[in-house]
């Protein structure tokens, strides 16, 4: 057997049965190796971003790592944005990087380049270059054991061309599930105490705390003790819709979470990090917990966070306690010409049960959770790093995983370019993703950060920057280029009509909205005024605001 034989057999014995590839010189035996192992599904992307995108998208739905295969540092580094965006969401990836035979590195060839100090920004746990056959099965059972964690990780696997073509490689066992620990019983008390109090409290939900299982312990615990809930900005995947527990979910704009944030006096947080601005802006602050509240955090991502919550519950009597559930609603189909909240309110008015929506639809989504919050149950997967381009391929990772399920990838314009090859991988897997296109020709949010860092000048060559109008790009002959049905829909009668056929239909489709920017003329302008004066509001009349402007 050769290296990269016993590789894959390693993966394949440990769950790794998919691998999102773009391969090139160095990967050959690898590649070649993918015929001796037909448990290993490998899938051809375009682009790197689409791979890593992909492999992210699989493992927050199938619970376990899928592996990519990137050639050398010039493909880890078109893979890394959305590495990055799999690292913010703890998501497990095994990353195999192909790189030249060890013995030919000396001699600095054209695509020779320092591996792993690119891999180590968005694998800081775990690097390795395997330095022999025999070594590389122990290596990558490493590899997938790092990934794993919790909490998940990318790890990333260097595989020099001569260790994956040498002889004398051996398949290496699966390593043994890690078993988490439950937070300490001090700290269980110290949070039950906190909650106990009859203090303005909240538990801030992330990571897999957002999953079914851990959001009834935590909605019991608020049915017991009255203290809310919230969800990080950017969950990696959130269950949610009619028979779930609903919890509200910070605002990307650090005006209104801190909105949402006032006068709490106890946070507790349960695989999340404490609530921080995204940017720094002149004059505001960074770190958005009020003065004086306590932070209490009951289980960091290494620890089980459902049983943690669930011993909370016990501690405070809650077990037995009945959360209320979100009730089945929704909104009427729209009519007439489109705008973006109608396209939210059709997606809503359609949505299919079980559905997985993959949401990078930026401005124009927000109103997207307030409508779809008593739609049928679903699972969201949201943009985990801000690195954008990460929608589309985390659709077609969900898809490969969840063949059954229907895919809903919500795409804004500007966002859907970086990684449009997506849709190629999409038409010929066969992926049933309904793709919705919200093209406003703009990259709309940078308007308002524009306005909000309090930049001078911002005349007609800044705004040309962030305007997408002229080509008007057009997603239909893009997604027809690469094989993927598509139609551009005028009315909401046509889009929920264009929905639902899509989702009926086997295999991709792509749905194109041209529509205008929520943030435009008066309303972009008066933005960073209404968001500076929020904190001088009295607080009822602050959460009027916010829930007016992000439902
Ligand atoms: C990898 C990466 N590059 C650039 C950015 C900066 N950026 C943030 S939002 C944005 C434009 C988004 O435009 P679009 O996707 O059309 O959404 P809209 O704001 O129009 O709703 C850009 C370029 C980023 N977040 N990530
Ligand atoms: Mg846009």
Redesign the pocket.
């Known amino acids: 057997m050769n290296g990269a034989q016993a590789l894959i057999r390693t993966l394949v014995d440990a769950g790794v049965t998919r691998c999102f590839t773009n391969p090139g010189t160095s990967e050959m035996h690898f590649v070649a190796a993918l015929d001796t192992v037909p448990e290993m599904r490998a899938v051809l992307a375009l682009f790197e971003g689409v791979a890593t995108g992909a492999a992210d998208g699989y493992a927050r739905m199938a619970e376990r790592p899928a592996a990519t295969l990137l050639h050398l540092g010039s493909g880890l580094g078109n893979g890394l944005?959305n590495l990055h965006n799999a690292r913010k969401g703890k998501v497990p990836i095994v990353n195999i990087v192909g790189d030249h035979a060890t013995y030919h590195t000396r001699y600095d060839a054209q695509l020779q380049s320092d591996i792993e100090t690119v891999a180590r920004n968005v694998s800081p746990g775990w690097v390795r270059t395997s330095q022999s056959p025999q070594a590389l099965a122990r290596d990558a059972a490493e590899a997938i054991a790092a990934a794993q964690g919790p909490p998940g990780q990318v790890a990333t696997l260097i595989l020099p061309a001569d260790v994956s073509w040498g002889e004398g490689a051996e398949p290496a066992p699966p390593p043994p599930p890690a078993v988490p620990p439950v937070a300490a019983d001090e700290v269980i008390a110290a949070a039950a105490q906190a909650l106990r109090a009859g203090r303005r409290t909240a538990i801030l939900l992330g990571g897999r705390a957002l999953r079914e299982p851990a959001l009834l312990a935590a909605s019991r615990i608020a049915a017991a003790t009255g203290t809310k809930l919230l969800a990080e900005v950017f969950p990696t995947r959130l269950e949610r819709g009619a028979g779930l527990p609903e919890v509200e979910r910070l605002a990307y704009l650090a005006e209104l979470a801190s909105v949402q944030l006032a006068g709490l006096e106890h946070l507790v947080l349960v695989d999340a990090k404490a609530p921080v601005s995204f940017f720094a802006y002149p004059g505001k602050k960074s770190y958005l917990v009020p003065e004086g509240c306590e932070v209490h955090e009951l289980a960091s991502p290494a620890q089980d966070a459902l049983a943690s919550l669930e011993a909370l519950a016990d501690a405070l009597g809650a077990a037995g306690a009945r959360p209320p559930l979100r009730d089945a609603e929704r909104p009427a189909r729209p009519t007439g010409s489109l705008d973006a909240d109608k396209v939210c309110q059709a997606i809503a008015a359609v949505l299919p049960e079980g559905a997985i929506v993959s949401d990078?639809?930026?401005?124009?989504g927000v109103t997207l959770p307030a409508s779809t919050a008593g739609a049928p149950r679903h699972d969201l997967l949201a943009l985990t790093g801000?690195?954008?381009?990460q929608g589309l391929p985390v659709a077609v990772g969900a898809a490969v995983a969840c063949p059954d399920r229907p895919v809903i990838a919500l795409e804004?314009?500007?966002?859907?370019m970086?990684t449009i090859q997506s849709l190629w991988t999409m038409a010929r897997e066969g992926l049933n993703v309904t793709a919705v296109l919200?093209n406003?020709r703009?990259?709309?949010?940078?308007n308002i950060e524009l306005e909000r860092v309090g930049a001078q000048g911002g005349g007609p060559r800044a705004r040309s920057q962030l305007d997408?109008a002229g080509p008007d790009l057009d997603f239909v002959a893009l997604a027809n280029g690469m094989g993927v049905p598509a139609v551009r829909v005028e009315t909401g009668e046509e889009l929920t009509r264009e929905l639902e056929r899509a989702v009926s239909e086997p295999g991709p489709h792509l749905i194109e909205a041209v529509i205008p920017?929520v943030y435009s003329g008066l309303r972009l302008r008066a933005m960073p005024y209404a968001l500076r004066a929020l904190g001088a509001l009295p607080a009822p009349v602050a959460r009027a605001v916010k829930r007016r402007v992000y439902p």
């Not at 804004?412 to 859907?416: C, K, N, R």
């Open positions: 944005a990078e639809s930026q401005t124009s801000g690195a954008i381009g804004a314009d500007g966002s859907a970086y919200f406003n703009s990259y709309a949010i940078l997408l920017s």
